[in-house]
């Protein structure tokens, strides 16, 4: 297949990318190289890709036109869109940038498709589309009306105008929510990231929540599996189960990408103090605003769809990260990037 891929140098794309690649897919990446966090560690890994297969362009998506005269190049067989601005924190401070990059960008998206349509597009959201839902796990058809940031709302809108352009256009969409996602290469604004860094040079770790925030990581290699499989179940004209949340007016669902076996962050801890062999100076927080007591993904759909739920404990997919942090950053010789 010839498959377009957004966001190749972030953490997700990446690998999904790669994946592809391995499988002998030819991939077109999109880029824009913002410097919301470490540029070096996406130069480093859209190094991994380059190759015979890859090719990857460099713009911003919300930039009008650009990405309909890339696809009209491309002429892609699947699209898979994966590019945002993420981060609930940094929404506090700059939510601007998630207006341009996540509604402005994804429409964008949605006009390359209208004018060069596909197989099937695949769309990123989060679980914090849930946002203020007190009833896990979170299910695919609860109301999502209650976002607390507007990262969540900007991905709320993001799956709204894709239902509305998979009705008008019949354009075969799937939106994936995922769930805290963690893993090699992984993004230094998140928390396992962070709390590695921070252990290793002997500085204390910020806790939020005392500990107790309870959230349902998904290892990427497990997430990247599940992706692969949707691309090969693109919503049709019947529900595959009582599950399906297959709109009644279009070829569109939303589907969550968790394992549905939540753990509290202070337990993570634990797990990443065992595989670093060093203790952490746990600095006890509140939660912050915008943050949610707990994550928990329902996956019966998903389950439903593909046949497979990721699986992969944090006793082991925590210590495959703790080994690649340290032979990436040892192997390159850097320090590793500051928080933020």
Not at 47 to 56: D, I, R, T
Not at 192 to 204: D, H, M, S, V, Y
Not at 245 to 268: E, K
Request: charged share 20%; glycine share 8%.
């Amino acid at each position: 297949m010839r498959c377009l891929v957004t966001g190749t140098a972030g953490f997700i794309g990446f690998h999904l990318a790669r994946r592809l690649l391995a499988a002998g897919h030819s991939v077109v990446g999109v880029d824009g190289m913002t410097d919301y966090y470490d540029v070096a560690l996406k130069h480093a890994r859209l190094a991994e890709l380059a190759g015979p297969g890859f090719v990857n362009h460099t713009f911003m998506l919300e930039e009008p036109g650009a990405f309909a005269s890339l696809m009209g190049e491309a002429k892609p067989d699947i699209v898979l869109h994966l590019a945002a601005q993420a981060g609930v924190r940094y929404s506090l401070e700059h939510p601007e940038s998630y207006v341009a990059s996540n509604m402005v960008g994804t429409f964008q998206v949605l006009e390359g498709l209208r004018q060069h349509p596909v197989r099937h597009a695949l769309l990123a959201s989060t679980s914090s589309v849930y946002g203020g839902n007190p009833r896990t796990p979170f299910r695919e058809t609860d109301t999502v009306a209650t976002p607390l940031t507007i990262y969540a709302a900007s991905k709320i809108a993001c799956e709204a105008m894709a239902h509305s352009y998979a009705h008008l256009w019949r354009i075969p969409t799937t939106a994936f929510r995922f769930f805290t996602v963690y893993g090699p290469w992984g993004r230094p604004d998140m928390a396992l990231f962070l709390f590695t860094k921070r252990i290793l040079a002997g500085e204390p770790v910020e806790v939020f929540d005392h500990g107790r925030a309870v959230r349902d990581f998904t290892y990427i290699d497990d997430l990247v599996e599940s992706i692969v499989r949707l691309i090969a179940a693109p919503p049709g004209s019947s529900p595959v189960s009582e599950a399906d949340t297959l709109s009644p007016v279009a070829p569109f669902r939303v589907v969550n990408i968790g394992g549905g076996a939540p753990v509290t962050v202070g337990a993570m801890l634990d797990v990443l103090e065992d595989a670093l062999g060093t203790r952490a100076t746990r600095l006890l927080r509140d939660l912050p605003p915008g943050d949610v007591a707990r994550t928990e993904a329902e996956t019966r759909l998903l389950r439903d769809l593909i046949g497979y739920v990721p699986a992969t404990p944090v006793t082991a997919g925590i210590p495959a990260f703790v080994r690649w942090y340290r032979e990436h950053y040892a192997a390159t010789g850097a320090v590793a990037p500051p928080p933020g």
